[in-house]
């Protein structure tokens, strides 16, 4: 089945430690989105991809970067992970074009020590 | 700019009865797409139906339909026959056509009592 696949489910990191998160797809959808979910509280888009083109949102912090080498993959990586940088991360693709409907992976939670 | 809000944070009802969660919006767009998103316990956000600003009909998946009022701005979710797996949080969102950046609604939680 076509599916977006987020590894690790669960990441625990220590203060200040650099992490990264991994997402996949094989939908072959062109566009690639990183959200933050902190609980009980909507998805807080991060920034997305389309195809190579990079879109920051403009209050995403710093500390956040994102790589996609590829149509397949996307890349989280938190340069120096606070203790309000612990939330679950979402990783979402979409095909572009017109009509943008957003498929979900099931998430990485991290934990930040 | 587009924002979505859902005055309910949570709702509960009761097994095999009918429940409705609240959604509006504003936006001065015409051309736009409103879904709703379900997200289980510790599970993936997977879309439970949506609705084209352009067509008229109200959508219907199965046990879920919305009201969608165009001009009163307001797409609710009518979820009939609620069954326990239906219990999770549930999130209105926004889409113009042609853009990448989906709005969400705060959440309601939805529990079923059995």
């Known amino acids: 089945d076509a599916m977006v696949i987020q590894n690790p489910r669960y990441q625990v990191t220590q203060f200040g430690k650099p992490v990264t998160l991994s997402c996949s797809q094989t939908?072959?959808?062109?566009?690639m989105y990183w959200y933050q979910q902190k609980s009980s509280q909507a998805p807080k888009l991060l920034f997305h991809y389309y195809d190579k083109d990079f879109n920051n949102e403009a209050d995403t912090p710093d500390n956040f970067q994102s790589r996609r080498p590829n149509t397949s993959f996307c890349f989280l990586d938190i340069r120096s992970p606070g203790l309000g940088d612990a939330a679950m991360y979402l990783c979402?693709?979409?095909?572009?074009?017109?009509?943008?409907?957003?498929?979900f992976g099931p998430g990485t939670r991290l934990t930040v020590l | 700019a587009q924002t979505v809000t859902q005055s309910q944070p949570e709702m509960s009802v009761q097994e095999a009865e009918t429940v409705t969660l609240s959604c509006t919006y504003d936006t001065s767009e015409s051309d736009y797409y409103l879904f709703w998103y379900k997200q289980p316990p510790s599970r993936q956000m997977i879309l439970v139906i949506r609705?084209?600003?352009?067509?008229?009909q109200n959508a219907t998946e199965n046990r879920f339909s919305v009201n969608f009022q165009k001009a009163a701005k307001s797409f609710s979710l009518k979820i009939s026959d609620s069954q326990l797996g239906d219990a999770a949080m549930y999130f209105c969102a926004y889409l113009i056509q042609g853009a990448q950046k989906l709005v969400f609604g705060q959440g309601t939680r939805l529990t079923i009592n059995p």
């Open positions: 979402a693709t979409s095909r572009g074009g017109a009509y943008n409907e957003q498929f």
């Open positions: 609705q084209e600003a352009y067509k008229q």
């Open positions: 939908l072959n959808h062109n566009v």
